[in-house]
């Protein structure tokens, strides 16, 4: 019989005020008999609503069995069938907006905790020895794969279990993409990430760093000339945006994308970091979604005293994960809602000193069924602020539309592909972030695996040709 309890078991984390000022994980992940005893919970659905809410569609209901079972190894097999970042979905995936939103368990109580479940199988199969991964027979093709994210890193582990010889392009030092330099050590300690990329170069995927494509090598020369048949672009979306209000040039104004990868890629938080990053005291972190959650809580653990998230729409409207938004309040982080800046204010050596903040109101629902924030005459205040974070969204970089013949791209950067990742170029696919715009993990994954299928079809059909 199923375990009728209505609640997930709870996961363990490190206390509030020690963790705020550390970098250390803050969850720590369930126990064996924990994992076991929530696995009791499921109740293993025949037409198993949880497995269409996941984008690369993990057999969910089998792999709780193996764990309600004590067979952790072939639950683990079960997740890297679909899945070739087990550990990392299971920390940062929205699931309670995707597999679990589907759950039967949570029309009455919580759903099973899914996501907690991935993260402990995937957790115990690298802390032990594990099946050894065997890199399968080549067969001949070779395919390119610009980016070493989640989308970038899915796609390619799906092409090397086809028997492809991939290589993947990473402009960085370090492979990983958004997973290494845009979240927090705390939510996603870089070593599992380290852990799941040698998983897929295992497979034979060769990774090339320090390659800037577009500079470096052209995706026409890829084709052209180094023999790749298909290229895929997962290149995600690390142009930031600014609101383009009086003030944003100032010392102490951020990007979030400048802000957290310092801190994460470049350990700014060391005292022996090569870095600078500005340690301040009174920090305001504009927007609300979990980019936005990362930057305020790094900022806490760098030493602020005040760390205030600045919100245009109500906290029902805030896009961040709810787990993440009261990790945030627990530490200490104040939500200012309903409140827009409209100028950042310095002093004569262009520092930062504050900042000017608009009351708003909800008004008419907007093209994203949300209600639209108006301005609320003569609300305008100042706060007190030595450093401004900007966490309102991202774009594709532009330079492979400015390189690469044939490319069509969408207004505001990202590439137009079509459900199964074509671009406008034949033999070019792209997924993730640059054609969506910024987005989450497992999304970005779960268009690398459709890609990869669209590629392996695309070059067999070359093949008979």
């Known amino acids: 019989m199923p375990n009728m309890k209505p609640d997930k078991a709870p996961m363990p984390t490190q206390p509030p005020q020690e963790r705020r000022h550390n970098f250390r994980e803050v969850a720590l992940g369930y126990s064996r008999e924990t994992a076991m005893e929530e696995a009791t919970r499921c109740l293993s659905c025949k037409h198993k609503p949880c497995v269409s809410g996941c984008p690369v569609h993990i057999e969910i209901p089998s792999f709780i069995r193996e764990v309600r079972e004590g067979d952790f190894e072939k639950a683990y097999e079960i997740i890297t069938r679909t899945s070739s970042l087990p550990a990392v979905c299971g920390r940062v995936c929205p699931q309670e907006n995707q597999c679990e939103a589907r759950c039967v368990r949570g029309k009455t109580g919580d759903p099973v905790g899914i996501g907690r479940l991935e993260r402990f199988v995937a957790d115990t199969h690298n802390a032990g020895e594990g099946a050894e991964v065997k890199k399968p027979q080549s067969n001949g093709h070779k395919v390119a794969v610009i980016g070493s994210g989640p989308s970038g890193l899915t796609c390619a582990g799906d092409l090397a279990k086809r028997g492809y010889e991939v290589t993947v392009f990473e402009a960085l030092h370090l492979a990983g993409g958004v997973l290494v330099y845009g979240i927090p050590e705390f939510r996603l300690p870089k070593s599992i990430v380290q852990r799941e990329v040698e998983t897929i170069k295992a497979l034979g995927v060769k990774i090339e760093t320090n390659m800037v494509i577009g500079r470096v090598l052209s995706i026409d020369e890829l084709m052209d000339e180094q023999g790749f048949e298909a290229v895929f672009i997962g290149s995600g979306a690390g142009l930031p945006r600014f609101m383009n209000i009086k003030g944003e040039n100032l010392c102490g104004v951020y990007s979030a994308n400048e802000f957290l990868t310092r801190t994460n890629l470049m350990k700014a938080y060391r005292e022996d970091a090569a870095t600078p990053i500005m340690h301040a005291k009174k920090v305001a972190v504009v927007g609300g979604g979990n980019v936005a959650m990362d930057a305020a809580r790094s900022a806490l653990r760098l030493g602020a005293e005040e760390v205030t998230v600045i919100y245009r729409r109500s906290e029902e409207e805030l896009p961040a994960r709810a787990e993440e938004v009261a990790h945030a309040k627990e ?115 779960g268009e690398g695996k459709t890609a990869a299928a669209a590629i392996d079809e695309y070059i067999r059909s070359k093949e008979k040709k």
């Open 331 to 445: 530490e200490g982080v104040v939500f200012r809602m309903l409140s827009n800046p409209v100028e950042i204010l310095g002093d004569e050596k262009e520092f930062v000193t504050g900042i000017r903040i608009q009351k708003m109101e909800l008004g008419e629902p907007d093209a994203s069924g949300r209600r639209r924030p108006v301005p609320v005459e003569g609300s305008e205040f100042v706060a007190e602020a030595d450093a401004v974070i900007m966490a309102i969204g991202t774009s594709p970089n532009p330079l492979l539309k400015a390189t690469t013949k044939g490319l069509d791209t969408k207004p505001w950067g990202g590439i137009i592909a079509d459900g199964n990742g074509q671009t406008s170029r034949e033999g070019v696919f792209a997924g993730g972030d640059a054609v969506t715009g910024a987005a989450t993990v497992i999304l970005a994954m």
